[in-house]
């Protein structure tokens, strides 16, 4: 029988930050997301993204009072206020993390993996320790969610979307990590990850890449965190290069 390993005191104080900062930052996309549906009602339409409905809001409500009625400027401004907050709260929550994430060996060698930071490399030390209880990087993969669900019938196996069973919040951490990696280009190449890379983009959905990413580095993840060494990228004779 496999048991969950016993977490430290340690780790479970860097999981309650990271569980608690995970909740403001899901109160504060409700209410980024509330403010853009009151705007819409009236017709004011803002690009997507954070910092875009940021730099615009003060504008809209200083210019708009045409569309927007008193009550709703006061109401907005409400919501303005409470997200303020949730961003101090979800800064200093972040600043914290990345401290501890700075003091610890384990999470040092996590982020010189691509696209892995503090908040992930925190996220899974605090999650699973030195990853022993896995046996190797696809039992992570597969914790978190990452690999394809297999419908088998007979002697065929048939493989269909990502399972989504498991860590959800690591898995999420993981794909925004891919993301990253795929628009740093110049990045995947100084750590061998380019001709993989160019290679999937061949024949796999942007969406798709995304995902078979994640779960790349979280097998990277799982064994530079296991073998307690660094990730490093050893240069083959041939011009590409792949990651140890």
Request: with cysteine; glycine share 6%.
């Amino acid at each position: 029988m496999k048991f969950v390993a016993t977490k430290t005191p340690e780790q479970l104080d860097l999981q309650a930050l990271h569980r608690v900062r995970q909740r403001l930052v899901s109160q504060r996309t409700g209410i980024i997301n509330q403010i853009r549906a009151f705007l819409l009602e009236r017709g004011i339409a803002v690009r997507q993204g954070l910092r875009f409905l940021r730099a615009e809001l003060p504008i809209i409500l200083a210019n708009r009072s045409d569309v927007l009625s008193p009550r709703m400027l006061r109401v907005i401004e409400g919501l303005m206020a409470d997200w303020r907050r949730l961003d101090e709260r979800i800064g200093g929550l972040s600043e914290e993390i990345e401290a501890l994430a700075r003091q610890d060996p384990a999470c040092e060698r996590l982020m010189t993996v691509p696209g892995i930071g503090p908040i992930i490399s925190s996220a899974m030390v605090a999650a699973i320790g030195n990853g022993a209880v896995f046996t190797k990087g696809r039992d992570f993969g597969a914790w978190l969610g990452l690999v394809p669900k297999q419908i088998s019938t007979g002697d065929r196996t048939i493989l269909g979307p990502i399972s989504r069973r498991g860590n959800r919040y690591l898995r999420a951490l993981f794909v925004q990590a891919a993301r990253v990696v795929l628009v740093r280009t110049k990045d995947s190449d100084r750590y061998g990850l380019k001709a993989w890379i160019d290679a999937a983009k061949k024949r796999l959905h942007h969406n798709v890449l995304a995902i078979a990413l994640a779960n790349k580095l979280a097998r990277i993840a799982w064994a530079v965190l296991n073998k307690e060494r660094a990730f490093e990228c050893v240069s083959t004779r041939a011009t590409s290069s792949q990651p140890a």
